[in-house]
């Protein structure tokens, strides 16, 4: 086989039953004859050798320099600056919504196939270690190969004793369906975000709010149960707790009518106001989401060290852009990816079978489990040193209802590439002490069918991540859309402020900061499919969002 690229040699390596340090790789894949020198080594290294090393590969060679031999001399080693070396891969920037409140002014920017227009103007904001200015004439990439560009310098390998991840969210399904478990779900649900409105409202329970007497002042902290406008035009929201419901009615005219368009069933929300005078409704004054604290600030790693955040990669698709994969995970082996540590997948790692009428048609591999196997050989491109943790979507082969279990153990064993760290959906994984929230995103689609426009659009996936945040959970609306499984616990609640929400599923890319919580929709690995051009999806193709986890600044890699 051809062994042009570093992927290739660890690939050849690993068929023949090889582990290899990452500069091993490059050594290898640096000489004038890798085939040669691959074999070479092989032929040289002691038979109890566990891992293939660099020095194994440099004795190899230097012993058939020697012996006379030509052909195996290794390339300029990993860092050498190279003259005829093009830029990196293409960086799209452009411009943040100027009238937004919850972007910082660190913030990064929104990216091409994210603003309504679908452009993006050049804005240097700090996030980027190579920007371009982003014209609709203007090719991608760098006019390389993906060859050439992993090639030309060589990855630093990373130190596993630095290396530092916990992940909290992998649950065993303990809900069996019936009635009791709906009740306890939605009664922890009410709990853990009760506490965090509380401190804000003098919370009455709905049977004392109603024994006290018309026209005093009130407050409690409800689930919204129901939301209908009157004949005058005015908003009634049906609060409910754990003693019974109350009615609350938001005048049309007040500032705090248009949150009620913010609104969803199931979530949890505090009022305060002034009761009627017969006591049998609640006039709003205040109205209160869970919430970021607007003075909340992010850890942040000890080290310069950065993760990639991708997700939606449907291996199994005709649509599935190989290609760009390998662009991606050549580049990973590179210099400019050294600091790329960790590498965070949130869900659909396959297309699936079954998942959308007419799949059948469009499906390269028909079959579930060689669609992981195949997948499974994507991603040992990785690098070694890259840590890898993934959680399922809703192409995966787990249930659909959310909270979604992690893999099985048939399924891990077939994507056993790297040992990487499998966990549910939603899950909190803490890289180097920075908590970043992974969470499918299959209830983006409910919200950003139920709130207006200017809350929440695909175009701008991230805007309908703010709303989870600000309602401090990532699928309040049951019965909807989005399947809710009943567990003794609601896993769904955002209780600890998350540094970092991944997200994916719509196919869109977009970031922002929302209360300095760095918020991104990583977009997907799949064109557009016959099924997303009858529902007018345009996806957002090979991009790699790059996180810097010491200071949370943030570049956009464009492999398509």
């Known amino acids: 086989m051809p062994l042009e690229t570093p992927v290739h040699v660890a690939n050849e390596l690993a068929r023949r039953g090889y582990n290899a340090e990452p500069e091993a790789v490059t050594l290898i894949a640096s000489a004038s004859d890798p085939a040669g020198a691959l074999e070479r080594t092989l032929e040289t290294v002691p038979d109890e050798a566990v891992k293939l090393t660099a020095d194994h590969v440099k004795e190899a060679i230097e012993t058939r320099s020697r012996s006379g031999g030509q052909g195996g001399d290794v390339g300029a080693s990993p860092g050498t600056d190279d003259p005829g070396r093009s830029a990196d891969p293409t960086v799209s920037t452009g411009e943040s919504d100027p009238g937004s409140t ?66 909290e969210g992998d649950i065993s399904s303990t809900g069996t369906g019936e009635y009791a478990d709906f009740v306890a779900v939605f009664r922890d649900r009410y709990e853990k975000l009760s506490k965090q409105l509380r401190g804000r409202v003098n919370h009455r329970p709905t049977d004392a709010i109603e024994s006290m ?25 049906e609060l409910e707790d754990t003693n019974g419901t109350f009615p609350c009615l938001v005048m049309k005219d007040r500032d705090i009518a248009d949150l009620v368009n913010e609104l969803l069933l199931d979530e949890v929300i505090a009022v305060d106001g002034t009761l009627a005078d017969d006591g049998g409704i609640l006039f709003v004054d205040s109205l209160y989401f869970p919430e970021i604290p607007r003075t909340y600030e992010p850890s942040t790693a000890d080290r310069e060290v950065e993760a990639a955040l991708i997700s939606d990669v449907h291996v199994g698709s005709q649509e599935f852009e190989a290609d760009a994969w390998h662009r991606f995970t050549d580049w990973l082996h590179t210099a400019d990816a050294d600091r790329v540590e960790y590498l965070l997948i949130a869900g659909d790692m396959v297309e699936g079978v079954g998942v959308y009428p007419g799949q059948d048609e469009e499906l390269d591999i028909v079959d579930l ?33 959310e909270p979604q279990p992690a893999f ?41 069918a139920e709130l207006p426009d200017e809350k929440a659009t695909y175009e701008e996936p991230h805007k309908p991540m703010y709303q989870l945040l ?71 193709v090979a991009f790699a969002p790059i996180v810097s986890l010491d200071t949370l600044d943030l570049r956009i890699h464009d492999f398509e």
């Open 470 to 540: 600000k309602k401090r959970h990532v699928a309040p609306q049951f019965g909807g859309q989005t399947r809710l499984a009943p567990e003794k616990e609601d896993h769904l609640v955002i209780e600890s402020v998350p540094d970092v929400f991944h997200s994916g599923h719509v196919h869109k890319l977009g970031y922002g900061k929302y209360h300095n919580v760095l918020t991104i929709n990583s977009g997907c690995w799949q064109a557009q499919t016959d099924f997303q051009k009858s529902v007018n999806i345009d996806p957002d």
């Open 213 to 237: 007497p018309g026209g005093s002042e009130a407050a409690m902290v409800g689930m919204v149960s129901d939301i209908r406008s009157t004949a005058s035009g005015h908003w009634l929201v």
């Open 102 to 167: 919850d972007t910082g002014s660190g913030a990064p920017v929104e990216t091409k196939g994210v603003s309504g227009d679908g452009s993006a103007a050049a804005s240097d904001t700090g996030a980027s270690t190579a920007t371009v200015e982003a014209d609709a004439d203007q090719p991608t990439g760098t006019g390389q190969s993906s060859s050439e560009r992993a090639s030309e310098s060589g990855r630093t390998p990373a130190d596993p004793d630095a290396q530092s991840i916990d992940i």
């Open 369 to 401: 489990y060689e669609q992981y196997e195949r997948f499974s050989e994507y991603l040992k491109e990785v690098p070694g040193d890259v840590e890898i943790v993934m959680i399922p979507g809703n192409h995966d082969a787990v249930r659909l209802a």
């Open 408 to 448: 099985d153990e048939e399924l891990r064993d077939i994507m056993s590439a790297h040992d990487a760290r499998i966990s549910g959906n939603p899950s909190t994984v803490t890289v180097e002490g920075v908590d970043v929230l992974m969470y499918h995103g299959v209830s983006l689609d409910e919200v950003i």
